[in-house]
């Protein structure tokens, strides 16, 4: 038999064209007569827009601007809620929120523009913080400045804790964190006989398609959206795109021009969607032994000031509140709330880091208080087949918790490297502290709970005369290997060599909508589509005798689609969150060692060992680039990514503030893909883009912990955080002797 | 003014304080190069002038009469890669790939300066580039395939 391509690590269909340059992202697009448009934001967090005034020294006369009273058809970028106003009319809710657009022929003088607009507000009070927020200091969204509240009751939680032998309470908190793509937001829109034209830096085409239609009233076949290459996306260009798109279109439906807005770093990070930052609050319920026997959880995060995708960023978090682990009661509430700071929205792992941040954390917490090993005490309670999750799922297939785990202790060499640490701790002529620490994940493939059956999601493939075959998704590639991964699948169900098989672009006029490019669902949900669709194919071929060209008979072009099936017996109930919440989850378990200098508090990474069960690699060298760029960015979260906010503005809007890892910074990540095939992905796979995520943090916090003896339930663990902790511990200890 | 750009000899009239980066890609069409922050910090824009790399975000033009740039549409020839570009394309070095044109010349500056042939010497090569997609260790792999290939 010919040997598949499925497993292998074919080349990226697109790798050729970004290594000599000829990819062209949408700020390489030289649009003929195009004019360059840029943002002018609110200065403050909240007010009425009390004036604007134009500078009379600048040339206004060649500029367009574009304000909310341009705007054909309602004012809201579509998504959740219409709560989000393309541009600010009367009232702001957060600093840098769109007020009107400037375009100009020349680059450089739009931006100039911007120096000679003024804002005046008059300030209303705003609320800044979560706290303040939840207990009403101001209402500024809604009647009570929540966008969602939701709860997962399992057996008796608060019976089971009254009667527990062991309880253990913990907080934790986690930040911010900027999707940091290399490449900025851009987007360009013009008008083609009546339709409007839209291609830029995006995830999901069809979001920016369904957005722009109420915002233009125009109805579905006069919207066409375009990917350009796209330069990183992380769940940054997830809903962002329907506001710059919305911006772009504004300005060229004004200026009866082709329009094009890019964002420079500075906007970029000032202006558009970050992670959550999030509170998270345990109390467990525990045997002496420690077997769970409550999990009361209770999760806040910071919406921003508008809805965009924070309830089901919330409803991801809450899911994942629980950890890999079985519980018999569980009572858990999650509440996304606004503030009055620039909304946040998608970013890989999309609410799960904050919560398994938590829950994970917990365990060191729990085992101090127990004496025993944390380890243990996840294997002990570690999901299991058979076992029953929060939502009352009960997982079948591909669960492989204990194996990730025992996979990493193994690897990292688990027991050997702890006391050798504790060796080296012994020693004070050494300058560091060592020390281990690890962390224990699931993550849910796909949307959640009935999230995939209302996307519907359509997915094909295309046949020509000469037998070319194309695959057909408005699925993006961004980076994550998309193109190549989804074209193996289909050269394998056709058994086609995988150079037979292209991608074409996704185009809403051209592609059909398989739903958007998130949630770790590509590989899972569109490829099983696209598997389907490729069979289809395959037996109309093998009834036209193996001939496309009587295949397509008069045609140029057959095509064959496929929608989104639920898998039988699957069932989920958005009310009270009863159910299979996810058709099947990846599990995912990651080591790091770490030492802490003991005159600057520096932290250095030695080695970082992760084992994910993504049940089948499509192409392994495309997962291991997932997860080891994920685990990156993790590490990142973890230790040196801060955003700093005054009076809700991001006080460190650059890459120099801001710092991301280097080469430098980080050891090579060791990555051990698992493979327990889930029977209801194409060729066994499930999803891997974003459980990498999900590790780094707790991981980390455990390991300085074991190098330093200091609990830091927070991230960033900068040298100065763990410092100020160091020295608050060390006052503490005065005080009590 | 007059410079050369990937071997090839340009003139340019218009203003001296323009940033390199946006003559290469505005006046030569040369949109190869990226900008990823414009302040010398991601290297997305990373050319070679005479050889060494530079970021081309804070290089005004005016202080390139008669220079020697080459920037990443200079590495392949006659529609065949690079030997380094192969290493990329082989090794999983580029993902989104917009910072892949400043990461080949800075590792493209590495390999010519006959630079050490390990990992950690690599990563200090191209520890002035940001990648936010790869966690660098495939960029590395890959730079590393190429210096092995290397006479
Ligand atoms: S664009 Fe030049 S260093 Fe970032
Ligand atoms: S490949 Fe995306 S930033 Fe490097």
Known sequence: MRKGTVGANALRKEGPDKLTGAARYIDDYDIPGALFGVTVRSPGPRGRIKDVRFDLAFPWDQCVIATAKDIPGKNAVHLLGDDQPLLADGVVNHALEPILLIAHADRATAWRALEHVHVDLEPLEPVLTMEDSLSQKQVVWGLDNVFKDITIVKGDAQAALAEAPVVVEGEYRVPHQEQAYIENQGMAAWFEDGTLVVMGS???????????????????????????????GFGGKEEYPNMIGGHAALLALKAKKPVKMVYDRTEDMLATTKRHPAVVRHR??????????????DIVMDGGAYMTLSPVVLSRGILHASGPYECPNVSFRARAVATNTPPNGAFRG?????????????????????????????????????STMATGQVLKDSVSAVQVLDTVVKKSAWAKTRQAHARWNKDPKKPTWRGLGLSLVHHGGGFTGNGEVYLKSRAGVSIDRKGSVKVLAGSTEMGQGASSTLAQIVADALGLPYDSVSVERPDTANVPDSGPTVASRTTMVVGGLLKRA???????????????????????????LAEYERAPGMSFDDKTYKGDAYATYGYGALAVELEVDKATWETRLLRVVTAQDVGKAVNPRVVEGQIVGGTVQGLGWALLEQCVYKAGVMQNPRLTDYVIPTALDVPDVEALIVENPFPGGPFGAKGVGEMPMDLPGPAVAAAVLAATGLFLPFLPLTPERIQAAADAAQAEKELVS | MKLTVNGKKRSYAGLPFKRLLDVLREDFGLTGTKEGCGEGECGACTVLVDGEPVNSCLVPVGQMEGAQVETVESLASAKKLSRLQSAFLEKGGAQCGICTPGMLMAAEAHRRAGGKKTRQAVCTAVSGNLCRCTGYKHIVDSVMAALKGRK
Do not use: M
């Open chain 1, 350 to 386: 999309f609410g799960a880091p904050q919560t398994l941040f938590a829950v994970e954390l917990h365990w060191e917490k729990i085992a101090a208080v127990l004496k025993k090993d944390s380890i243990a005490l996840r294997r002990l309670n570690a999901l299991r087949p058979g």
């Open chain 1, 284 to 297: 467990t319920g525990l045997t002496k032994d420690g077997k769970l026997l409550a999990q009361e959880v």
């Open chain 1, 202 to 232: 995006l995830q999901c085409p069809y979001y920016v398609h369904k957005a722009l239609q109420p915002l233009f009233a125009l109805p579905p076949e006069k919207v066409r959206v375009i990917h350009a290459v796209t330069g990183g």
């Open chain 1, 534 to 560: 490729a069979e289809d194919l395959k037996l109309a071929l093998a009834k036209h005798g193996g001939s496309a060209k009587r295949l397509c008979g008069d045609a140029l072009e057959r095509r064959f």
